[in-house]
């Protein structure tokens, strides 16, 4: 026993809370940032990786580049700014679909849930036909459009169910199922009375980053940024809500306003992702799940783990779909592909510990 | 109406009605409970208690007022009613996956501010409070592994590391054989001693509840028909008037009332 | 936006109908014997060439027994050829689509979704259409006792230049139709004849999402009278129907000496805002201004005005 004493040893409780552990998350980051690099270095054609990564030798290190101005332009101009957005996307997914799980407290609840993806698509369907000539497919009139539709659908779903169902989340998951099938119904209907458009709209939904730039990951990042901040600071707020509307009223939370600001929050996020990538579906739903699979229950780990997650999951995903075939293939369908497989496996070998 | 027998009641309730819609659940219920002092409420089935209880909980709308050491608790805002009150429903919710200390750590989220997180001190309190209800050996077991009586330590644990003057625990033993159902109770009673916390609990088993609360109040149909000392409170008249039920009311060595049902004579 | 399909063989079809219509044919032939002869002393015009037997490449054979004097067509090419070889008149409404010549009788008619209801509202004779699977469109106006005419998209120009000419057959214009197709086909082998065959290579956008066609398709074709080399051919150019969805990546790599655009006027793309889009302003062709903005409905179409869209290319061409 020694005179010098350290002030106040860490209490044993420690080793049994479920926080996210700083190697964890050191370890996550690293996945991710190899994740980026190896997405930078794939690629189709004569820009073999060597090249590129002297490139990128070159640039941190201020030598001679091995690539043209040309073929440089590809990978800062085309392929830097299409994995960043890859990763912030599939954060925004899946960061909001851990916080929907979070906040309607079912394992099925994503982030199109509440009519987000549903009013994106109605408003990008109405500014392909109506303003046809103005679809210029870099920060235009689409992804403002999006982005606008996706919050509107979720607003309403917010109104109506509140109206019907007080601030529980019984309303608000009936008032989305009405509001995504009636936006979906509108987008329907305008879309048959311009066939011709049909091909515009469905490429846009099946979701793709071909198109994105510098413009669109400075446009979409504060919205994802300010996102994620908000969903990591209440993740432990979302523990809390799991024991019930109730007993968190009785540790002091007001659960409506709490959930409020969690939906805005995944909204905005989601809002800011359909807006640059179109519809890109299952990563809102499986990354989360994974996570929990894999790490643990608390929200406090979840969300923060989910967002590193999807940015993995998505920036692997647009690998895939930008070097698989000779052409371009659309990122929602690779997202189906992988995930769901991949889902249903650790879904079985997990089963004790789900039920 | 009943009045405390202790020093200043911590706890007031005066003429409190709740009403979902046009029938009231309870209706002018006014009682005072002294410091340190435990109330049991008992009642038959959908009398209200559970619906009273959330009342000072701040749970439910009432008219009326509650008052907790001269505060009104409706002015109060939810988290420092939360420092002040520590509530724990019928059937809480216990996530499966959630360890033991997770769950109890909860219990400090009222003393944390919306962007904190634990400090070293808020996982001290946790441990005390887990050696308290003997907990602490399964400290990093999943609640879902649990038996009954360690989950509702579990729920009591949470509710003390709340560091509240005043527990409020609906049916606390539901659930619970005759041996985990008086542990959990002694327990309580060594922890209100320790504390000089105020209990209300809500206990359908009258002879447990005769043996531990220092008041009892009779709430029938929402509304008080009894209260005062158990042995004052549980007479075989009354209990068959508001329970229908045929029973004997037989005293043990240390003179607290005991419950016993007879089976109603025939011919 | 895609008006071109793939032709649908449908040699069952057209085998079974061919049965069906030897016995009518053989019937004809005697009767058409006696018909000829009085119309030829009547004189030219009127029902001369008709009953017409009309074998469309991969569709099914038509008869028509009178020249058609109420035509609905749901083709925007198709109408352009009708004008073209002097079936004007005999027009009485078009699909909305149907944009050229102007004074074409546009009604509110898809071509896409034909509705059997709304066509046999006009009262037509012949109905022409670039697709119709299963036959259940000529089912339907066959109960009015209308003949639907399947013209589908032409997978090459010899393909094109017979449909000129069948067209002026279907409408009693034959000698027109032919005329036409000759000149047409004339015309385009003399510009590519006369433009010089540089070996260059290009691309040719659909739209700005970089859906492109390969050398394997119709378009495909007249790039190659060039000598044009197209990006998008890859390993095998009738990969994903030959109109694959480029990556961004590839198209810079690539380093196209001309660019087409075919998406000015559904999407408002222009040389000014491809020199906008991330990277595209180191390729060659942007910088060096080989970025040619075409009519949509030029490019998407295969009326007689594809000599115009022909020329385009050879003007490009010649210019780069």
Known sequence: ?355 | MTEATGPDPALTLHEVTIAYGAAPVVSDVSLAVGRGQWLAIVGPNGAGKSTLLKAIAGLVEYRGSVTLDSTRIDRLSPSDRARRIGYAPQNPALPERLTVTDYVLLGRTPHLGFLARETAADLSIVEDVLDRVDLRGLMGRRLGTLSGGEAQRAVLARVLAQRTGLLLLDEPTTGLDIGHAQTLLERLDQLRAEDNATVVTTLHDLTLAAQYADELVLVDRGGIVAAGKPSEVLTAERLREHYAAEVEVLTTTDGRPVVAPVRPRHA | MFPWSRPTPSHRSRVSRLVLVLPLLAVLALAGCAQREDTSEAGAGGQAGFPVELRPEGAPEVTLEDKPERIVSLVPSVTETLYEVGAGDQVVAVDEMSTHPRQAPRAELSGLDPDPQAIAGHNPDLVIVNADAEGTLADALDKTGVPTLVLPAPTTLEAAYDQFALVGKATGHADEGERLADRVESEITELAENTPDRKLSYYHEVDPSYYTVTSATFLGEIYQLFGLRNIADQGDPNAMGGYPQLTAEKIVEADPDLVFLADTKCCGQNAKTVAERPGWDTMTAVKQDRVFALDDDLASRWSPRLVEFVRSISNAVAKA
């Open chain 1, 1 to 355: 026993m020694t005179l010098t004493r350290r002030s106040a040893p860490r209490p044993e409780a420690a080793e049994h809370t479920t926080r996210l552990r700083p190697g964890v998350l050191a370890v996550s980051l690293a996945v991710l940032l190899a994740a980026v690099v190896f997405s930078l270095l794939a690629g189709s054609g004569e820009l073999g990786w060597q090249r590129v990564l002297g490139e990128i030798w070159a640039q941190l290190t201020g030598g001679l580049s091995p690539l043209s101005e040309r073929e440089a332009a590809i990978v800062w101009e085309l392929r830097m700014p299409r994995v960043l957005l890859a990763g912030l996307v599939g954060a925004a997914l899946a960061g909001a679909g851990a916080a929907f799980q979070g906040v309607f407290r079912n394992p099925l609840a994503e982030p199109y849930l509440l009519g987000a993806a549903a009013g994106a698509g109605m408003a990008a369907t109405m500014v392909v036909v109506f303003a046809p000539a103005v679809t210029t497919w870099v920060v235009g009139p689409l992804p403002a459009a999006a982005f606008a539709g996706a919050l509107l659908g979720v607003g309403l779903s917010w109104v109506l169910g509140r109206s019907a169902g007080g601030s529980g989340t019984a309303g608000l998951l009936l008032a989305g199922v009405a509001v995504t099938a009636f936006l979906t119904a509108v987008q329907t209907f305008v879309q048959q009375l311009n066939t011709d458009t049909i091909k515009q709209v469905y490429t846009w939904t099946l979701g793709g980053l071909n198109i994105s730039g510098w413009t669109d990951v400075l446009v979409a990042l504060p919205y994802i940024a300010l996102a994620a901040v908000v969903l990591v600071a209440a993740a432990r707020l979302l523990d809390v809500l799991t024991l019930g509307d109730a007993e968190a009223a009785s540790l002091g939370l007001r659960p409506g306003r709490i959930r409020l600001v969690l939906l805005a929050a995944a909204s905005l996020a989601t809002a800011a992702a359909v807006s640059v990538s179109g519809l890109i579906g299952f990563v809102g739903i499986v990354v989360p799940h994974l996570v929990r699979l894999l790490a643990g229950a608390s929200y406090r780990v979840i969300v923060p783990l989910s967002l590193v997650g999807g940015a993995v999951f998505l920036v692997l995903a647009d690998v895939v779909a930008r070097t698989i075939m000779p052409g371009e293939l659309p990122l929602g369908v690779v997202t189906a592909f992988a995930g769901a497989p991949f889902f249903a496996l650790v879904l079985r070998t997990n089963r004790e510990r789900l039920s």
